[in-house]
T-cell receptor
Framework: RKEVEQDPGPFNVPEGATVAFNCTYS??????FFWYRQDCRKEPKLLMS???SGNEDGRFTAQLNRASQYISLLIRDSKLSDSATYLC????????????FGQGTRLTINP | GAGVSQSPRYKVTKRGQDVALRCDPI?????LYWYRQALGQGPEFLTY????????KSGLPNDRFSAERPEGSISTLTIQRTEQRDSAMYRC??????????????FGEGSRLTVL
């Protein structure tokens, strides 16, 4: 079983729609969680951290469910510029301090 | 520039040759990471350093892969006797402090390796 699993998509949604995707992680000892964004042919960049109580950053909401070991990302009022691959990332405490990336979910926002 | 710099950006080599990929992290960043990314996949952890010390090399696929960061700044990832399956984008990242911290890794643009 992969440490971090995501639905690779692609998700194709119209501009203005709300879209959500989840990821699951296998290591129950994991403590820190993040969403990264990767544009086509570019490097990954941190989008936001995920806190236990859930957190928002503008149109983006991230939530963590420790009991079920999943993380979600919700994008409201999607823009064309939101088209990218969204990578679910978990800090692996069991090994050394490293970030484990999921496969990524590809999102395309259509005009 | 002020970002993570990797060289070469593109490397084409023949099977059996050795390659060295270089990473120059953001100045003052303590931690340096190497990842490998195949098309359509997320980055796969290879190894990381805090200063000059290699803290975890559990992701290196086999003993043909090695990395060093002798002075705690620039790092080199070396692949000996390359094989076609080594073809991928090799990404270096640095962080100001050790993880988890802010969880922010700053990635370079990557070195795309093609083994013929």
């Amino acid at each position: 079983r992969k440490e971090v699993e995501q639905d690779p998509g692609p998700f194709n949604v119209p501009e203005g729609a709300t879209v959500a995707f989840n990821c699951t992680y296998s290591n129950s000892a994991s403590q820190s969680f993040f969403w990264y964004r990767q544009d086509c042919r570019k490097e990954p960049k941190l989008l936001m951290s995920v806190y236990s109580s859930g957190n928002e950053d503008g149109r983006f909401t991230a939530q963590l469910n420790r009991a079920s070991q999943y993380i979600s990302l919700l994008i409201r009022d999607s823009k064309l510029s939101d088209s990218a691959t969204y990578l679910c990332v978990v800090n692996d405490f069991q090994g050394a301090q490293k970030l484990v990336f999921g496969q990524g979910t590809r999102l395309t926002i259509n005009p | 520039g002020a970002g993570v710099s990797q060289s070469p950006r593109y490397k084409v080599t023949k099977r059996g040759q050795d390659v060295a990929l270089r990473c120059d992290p953001i100045s003052g960043h303590v931690s340096l990471y190497w990842y490998r990314q195949a098309l359509g996949q997320g980055p796969e952890f290879l190894t990381y350093f805090n200063y000059e010390a290699q803290q975890d090399k559990s992701g290196l696929p086999n003993d043909r892969f090695s990395a060093e960061r002798p002075e705690g700044s620039i790092s080199t990832l070396t692949i000996q006797r390359t094989e076609q399956r080594d073809s991928a984008m090799y990404r270096c990242a640095s962080s100001l402090e050790g993880l988890p911290g802010t969880g922010e890794l700053f990635f370079g643009e990557g070195s795309r390796l093609t083994v013929l």
